[in-house]
């Protein structure tokens, strides 16, 4: 279920926030190698969650609620970069 909602919210951002096309790839990683990310479904739903508040035009910080590239760009190597094994 939890990568079923990381699939709408990348399409969603893709859509309307227009989601660079290196980040979308980097969580399209995560979709195609799900078996690799099983038992981490919470850092892949805080993962949907700032995918959700992803903002192209930097609505972001003190009174912003969006997500920006970068903080994006850091979750996604956090996920990525730690193999199931090291946890």
Request: avoid cysteine.
């Amino acid at each position: 279920m939890v990568f079923e909602k990381l699939t709408d919210a990348l399409h969603a951002a893709r859509q309307e926030q227009e989601l660079p096309d290196y980040l979308a790839e980097q969580i399209l990683f995560i979709l195609d190698n799900r078996e690799k990310f099983r038992g981490r479904e919470d850092q892949i739903a805080q993962l949907t969650e700032q995918v959700s508040l992803y903002d192209t035009y930097g609505q972001t910080g003190y009174l912003g609620m969006g997500v920006s590239n970068l903080i994006l760009e850091k979750s996604l190597q956090r996920l990525i970069d730690i193999q199931p094994e090291q946890q």
